[in-house]
């Protein structure tokens, strides 16, 4: 069974520069999240997905970023304009259902953004 | 709110030596699940246990050995006879609540783990 799929693995960008990742969840998984990992900190959510609903963005900074999995299947997290404390790496992850008791995320390999 | 305590930022030992990593949870729910991940330097978090609150038998699964006690809110995570693959940085995470960002999957700060040749 295929993971989560992530890309691009790299980006390296100048502050106010936009940029864009994208996600494949594990196939069947209709819950889909988005993380930011600051080097030598633990994951931090920025966004849940239940299909292609948001359920909680509640730590996402609105004024630029912004997320949507229009389908219910991929997701593409955007930032815009990026600023030098967005640098991190940006994990996907996905699970069968949590409201089923389904709770396990599964991850991807992450993008490595770094703005200059 | 919900917190997680790895108070142990670096560990180094020697291959073949046992080594514990602590977890120390924080959550007024009593529904609640706890989770190991590990991320090796590749950087992709691989998923190795989950408990849940009600299930506090511990577990054994090869090398692998996991302590939950309920009554001092620790889930410790046991490597024994340590191998240099078995460095990582290894990450503790909760997950409480029935609704809303209560169930946020929240992550301690984790414990970077060394195991020299």
């Known amino acids: 069974e295929a993971g989560v799929a992530q890309s691009p693995r790299y980006k390296i960008i100048e502050k106010r520069q936009s940029v864009a990742f994208w996600c494949n969840p594990i196939?069947?998984?209709?819950?889909l999240y988005w993380y930011q990992q600051i080097l030598g900190q633990g994951p931090k959510l920025l966004i849940q997905?239940?299909?292609?609903?948001?359920?909680?963005d509640s730590q996402l900074p609105k004024d630029r970023f912004s997320a949507e999995r229009l389908k219910g299947v991929d997701s593409t997290l955007k930032i815009q304009p990026a600023k030098l404390e967005d640098s991190a790496v940006y994990l996907c992850?996905?699970?069968?259902?949590?409201?089923?008791?389904?709770?396990?995320?599964?991850f991807g390999p992450g993008t490595r953004l770094l703005v200059l | 709110a919900q917190k997680v305590t790895q108070a142990q930022t670096e560990i180094s030992v020697v291959e073949k030596e046992d080594v514990t990593l602590d977890c120390v949870y924080e959550?007024?729910?009593?529904?609640?699940?706890l989770f190991w991940y590990k991320q090796p330097p590749s950087g992709e978090l691989v998923f190795l246990i989950r408990?849940?609150?009600?299930?506090?038998q511990n577990e054994i699964s090869g090398r692998y050995s996991w302590n939950f006690q309920k009554s001092t809110s620790s889930f410790n995570f046991t490597i024994t006879a340590s191998q240099v693959v078995d460095s990582a940085v290894y990450f503790c995470?909760?997950?409480?609540?029935?609704?809303?960002?209560?169930?946020?999957?929240?992550f301690g700060s984790g414990t970077q783990l060394t195991v020299l040749p």
């Open positions: 959550t007024r729910d009593t529904t609640y699940y």
């Open positions: 992850a996905s699970s069968l259902n949590p409201r089923r008791g389904q709770e396990t995320q599964y």
């Open positions: 196939s069947g998984h209709a819950t």
């Open positions: 408990r849940n609150s009600f299930d506090e």
């Open positions: 995470a909760l997950r409480a609540g029935s609704s809303g960002s209560a169930r946020q999957l929240t």
């Open positions: 997905f239940q299909n292609n609903g948001v359920v909680d």
